[in-house]
């Protein structure tokens, strides 16, 4: 009954690194969604994968790119991380249709240095 | 555009005190609105929703009703507990069900 579980919970990075934040869901869910949270800002959305096969851009994409590996799995990659793209990361799953709320999970705590 | 604007918080209050945390959007078509709840340290739980005008959605003593006149969703509850010190998120859904639109969040917190 996991729900939706994201590694890691923290990480440091410099300036420059690249890294994978992870996301799989156990819920079926056909969409998933990828979010940062930055504090008096509120959640903003990165990428979303419609459905298995699909991503689109959210309000803040650039210095992200996803991939939607299969239907459980949601990735996001920071090629080269930024001091900028330091924040708390969600990652969320749900179902098209607008009735639905999403299932977030526990968040990535990421700090560039 | 879509948007929710949501009061500034941190609201701090006593056990047994009464809450309203104020939530407006703007939206094209009939959305959906929704609380969430996020305690420290954890992701975003759904707390409530309401899918159409006039609708009243309601959880753990929580309520808030979708008041298409006014473009408000508020959030109430009649008696907190310092276990619902928390964020609390008003957010709305599009028509197209493809992505959530969030308001900043209202930090809450209350002493005993």
């Known amino acids: 009954n996991a729900g939706v579980t994201q590694t890691p919970k923290f990480q440091v990075l410099k300036t420059g690194q690249s890294m994978t934040l992870q996301c799989a869901q156990d819920?079926?869910?056909?969409?998933m969604y990828w979010y940062r949270q930055d504090p008096g800002m509120g959640l903003r959305l990165i990428y979303y994968?419609?459905?298995?096969?699909?991503?689109d851009k959210g309000e803040v994409p650039n210095g992200y790119n996803v991939s939607r590996l299969n239907k459980r799995e949601f990735s996001l990659r920071l090629e080269s991380a930024a001091p900028s793209q330091t924040s708390v990361y969600f990652c969320?799953?749900?179902?098209?249709?607008?009735?639905?709320?999403?299932?977030f999970g526990s968040g990535t705590r990421l700090t560039v240095v | 555009g879509n948007s929710v604007t949501q009061m500034e918080g941190p609201v701090t209050l006593s056990e047994e005190a009464f809450l309203t945390i104020n939530c407006t959007y703007t939206a094209t078509g009939y959305p959906s609105l929704f609380w969430y709840v996020q305690y420290p340290g954890e992701g975003l739980q759904l707390l409530l929703k309401?899918?159409?005008?006039?609708d009243k959605g309601s959880n753990k003593g929580f309520e808030a009703t979708y008041r298409k006149e006014t473009t408000s969703f508020h959030l109430e509850k009649g008696s907190v507990q310092v276990s619902d010190s928390a964020v609390y998120f008003c957010a709305l859904s599009d028509n197209s069900g493809n992505q959530f639109y969030f308001g900043t969040g209202t930090s809450l917190t209350v002493i005993p």
């Open positions: 309401a899918t159409k005008a006039d």
């Open positions: 994968s419609a459905s298995e096969g699909t991503t």
């Open positions: 969320a799953g749900g179902e098209t249709g607008h009735t639905y709320g999403y299932t």
């Open positions: 819920m079926n869910h056909n969409s």
